[in-house]
């Protein structure tokens, strides 16, 4: 095996029956060319989450993403549809709109041209001179977008099949608790100091929740009630049984639909490769993650209410207390996965063994590797 190989360690890594399973190689989240792979390999060619559709709510309603290094627009058109398009000018290519915001066109902050929120270009000032120009010929390109779920997911792959197919098992398993119907209360951009996929593996295991968030809901959780089945082929999962010592996380006192261990079953899913959902019967929050080169990652944060508790008149108090509580666990993840990010650079630091509980970690690995090319 050529150690230099990052592609090459994992799949050796990976090779290994889960009994014998270790962390993944340290190359792996440091090299640069790792990374491009994965630009090019995984984000370039996966379904990736944009947020929630209750984000973009009226006509004109927009955000800004990056996939890949592709600048993306996603809104909602004037007939209440999603659509995703270049976030590019057809002109000499600028950027167009940064954020997010509501806009009724998309004018080029450069030399003015100007989009409909269908992507067609309106107008093009002074170009009448040019013989080759052609408005038709020069609207946005459309990038594919679909509300699965309550996802606004987007993907720059012409292939793929839709979410809904693609992730048809994810349904099977929490298709009772419906996320169509959460209500987004909160979205956050945030930058932290670590490689992506260790913050998508912090958030795979619940191993780390005793000690890791002993300040926060550790309490409430046993480690002997944690299930870490095998993964999906396009996602990984566990769930863990919780106690009403935290507010919001088991079903509403109202709720009759829910019935025994339903009512305390918190759903942790990883859909690959970068959307990572916690579901309970009373609330949800998510992160989208994009790396920002190996050191860095930028997160979409957001979350929200199970219906029976956005209707509830204490809703405001409901949110007050959840977002706190959720501020809090995310600072201490954030602690833990920048920790082991700079312990990695240390040359005596070394990939050890995984527990039983680390079962997704295992399944995410095995993915990775099975999305990078063979050795050229
Ligand atoms: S680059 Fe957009 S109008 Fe010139
Ligand atoms: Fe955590």
New binding site residues.
Partial sequence: MNIHDPAAELRANVAQPFEQARAMPISVYTSESFQALEQDHVFAKSWLCAGRADALKVPGDYLTMEIAGEPVLVLRDRDGGLRAMSNV??????V?LEGRGNTRVIT??????TYGLDGALRG?PAMDMNKSFCKEANGLPAIRCTDWNGWIMVTLNPDLPEPQDQLAEVDDLVGYLDMSRYVETFREDHLWDTNWKILAENFMESYHLPMCHGATIGGAVDLRRMTCPEGKAGFNYHHILKDDSIALSIAHKDNMTLQGEDRYRTWLMAIYPSLLITLTPGYFWYLCLSPAGPGQVRIVYGGGLHPDFAADPEAETHFATLKGLLDHVNDEDRGCTERVWRGMQGRLANPGPLSHLERPNYEFARWIASRMPEAL
């Fill in positions: 000018c057809r002109h000499r290519m600028s167009l080029c902050p450069y030399h003015a041209w093009a």
